[in-house]
């Protein structure tokens, strides 16, 4: 079993639609929580970091925690065909390396 | 551009012959990673630096990598001996270290490895 699991999709939405893309992980240590966005054949933006359980909003974006039941959760509002790309939940403890989800592609049609 | 960059962005190269991947961190950041990513996955840790001094490398680093980071500024990831199964993308990434933890990890354009 993989420490952090994502749904690979594909999933297709239309444009305006709000986006619900999931992560689900094992390791209690893991204390630190991002989402990064990858276009195809590019290097991973980050998108959000966060630390503690609860809601963070950044414009059209917010993301949640729940560590508690060890779910991550990223929401799209208003998504655009811009937004098409592979969603990659990270997460680390303490410190050092991140461990990544597989990644969801994400397409948007206008 | 302060981003962190990678060269060169595609290599080709046949089985059996050695390659060289560059990054340069962004200018303030302390810590320097590497990871390979593969078709359809997320990225997996390959090694990371602090300053110079290299803290931890991956079981995924065979005896056929080896990086560098001599004056804690860029680094190179080498790969001797390429195999088929070297081809993947490889990203450098970079953070600062603060009070003991280092935060958002930022992340160069890749290397893509192709090996015929």
């Known amino acids: 079993q993989k420490e952090v699991e994502q749904d690979p999709g594909p999933l297709s939405v239309p444009e305006g639609a709000i986006v619900s893309l999931n992560c689900t992980y094992s390791?209690?240590?893991?204390?630190?929580f991002m989402w990064y966005r990858q276009y195809s054949r590019k290097g991973p933006e980050l998108l959000m970091y966060t630390y503690s359980s609860g809601n963070k909003e950044d414009g059209r974006f917010t993301a949640q925690v729940d560590k508690s039941s060890k779910y991550i959760s990223l929401f799209i509002r208003d998504s655009q065909p811009s937004d098409s790309a592979t969603y990659l939940c990270a997460m680390k403890w303490y410190g050092n390396k991140l461990v990544f989800g597989a990644g969801t592609i994400l397409r948007v049609k206008s | 551009d302060t981003g962190v960059s990678q060269n060169p962005r595609h290599k080709i190269t046949k089985r059996g012959q050695n390659v060289t991947f560059r990054c340069d961190p962004i200018?303030?950041?302390?810590?320097l990673y590497w990871y390979r990513q593969t078709l359809g996955q997320g990225p997996e840790f390959l090694t990371y630096f602090q300053n110079e001094a290299q803290l931890e490398k991956s079981r995924l680093l065979s005896d056929r990598f080896s990086a560098e980071r001599p004056k804690g500024s860029f680094s190179t990831l080498e790969i001797q001996r390429t195999e088929q199964g070297d081809s993947a993308m490889y990203l450098c990434a970079s953070s600062l270290l603060i009070h003991g933890d280092s935060y958002e990890q930022y992340f160069g354009p890749g290397t893509r490895l192709t090996v015929t």
């Open positions: 200018s303030e950041h302390n810590r």
């Open positions: 390791n209690s240590a893991f204390q630190y």
